[in-house]
């Protein structure tokens, strides 16, 4: 099945950072233009070529040689780690996959059912801090991937707690079965995201793991960023999870669930087929 990283569209995350227009030097005055500078430096400053496209800032005076040199500098800067956090997101997920599983579903007929609950896995947040593009950072990098990891990681346990199993019809032939019990039988696969969640919109709404980034930001980083680019920078990467995660759970299928159980009513000849009543599956299978 496929993974997140294969959903996961990081220009979309460029442009929506870029789309907050922010500029780098909100403390310029218009007294500090190059255009007051003498002829020969007017000449050396004016020219101002961005070498990062899409830019991720945008000058406080254009052109401005100096200036244009800080927004490519700074916004590569933004783009790598808005780049690496995807990867490592991606590959939190990745792990996630191989660990999560299907509990506690009930059988009755040919219907699974689940109750919120039923999908277990690990939390996010210490596989996305370990994943190899970000686990050597320190200092304000690190403080800024903890952010990240945390927010994603609670909006993903969210959906995750809230998964259930509504009454699918996985098992068409324990309608009637003919037999006391049945053998294991796997399920007719489905999308993941017919296992409906309450908690969907965590994943699937960019503002509800944008503010959960936000809010786990060391407060320190916060008061020393008075033009809120960690908002921007948190906008950007929400809206290309949000978007990869509503792309995965209709692509992932849920398979493999191996149901069984009692048929009851089975008493032939009179009755020579029983629907299954109160049956589950084997173990706890990874379907997902």
Not at 175 to 195: D, E, K, Q, S
Request: hydrophobic share 40%.
């Amino acid at each position: 099945m496929p993974g997140l990283s294969s959903f996961i569209i990081k220009p979309l995350g460029q442009l929506k950072f870029f789309s907050h227009q922010l500029k780098l030097g909100s403390e310029w005055k218009d007294s500090y233009s190059v255009e007051k500078a003498g002829e020969m430096a007017k000449k050396e400053y004016l020219k101002a070529t961005p070498s990062l496209v899409p830019p991720w800032f945008t000058p406080a005076e254009i052109p401005n040689k100096f200036h244009q040199e800080s927004c490519d500098k700074i916004g590569q800067n933004f783009k790598d780690f808005h780049d690496n956090m995807l990867d490592a997101v991606a590959y939190a997920h990745q792990m996630w996959q191989v660990k999560s599983k299907l509990k506690d579903v009930k059988v009755m007929a040919v219907c699974g059912i689940g109750t919120p609950g039923c999908m277990d896995g690990p939390e996010l947040e210490s596989d996305i801090k370990n994943a190899p593009q970000c686990a050597s950072w320190t200092g304000n990098m690190q403080k800024h991937r903890d952010a990240v990891a945390k927010g994603v990681s609670k909006c993903f346990k969210d959906w995750q707690d809230k998964v259930t199993v509504p009454g699918l019809p996985w098992w068409p032939a324990f309608a009637a079965f003919p037999g006391p019990t049945t053998p294991p039988m796997p399920n007719i696969p489905v999308p993941l995201i017919i296992c409906v969640s309450a908690m969907v919109t965590k994943l699937a709404m960019p503002d509800d793991m944008k503010k959960a980034m936000d809010d786990a930001l060391d407060g320190g980083m916060k008061d020393k960023d008075p033009t809120k680019q960690f908002e921007a920078l948190h906008d950007a990467i929400a809206t290309v999870l949000s978007i990869a995660f509503v792309l995965w759970l209709a692509a992932q299928m849920v398979m493999n669930v191996m149901g069984k159980g009692p048929c009851p009513a089975f008493s032939p000849p009179f009755v020579p087929v029983s629907p299954v009543v109160n049956g589950d599956h084997i173990g706890n299978p990874h379907v997902v």
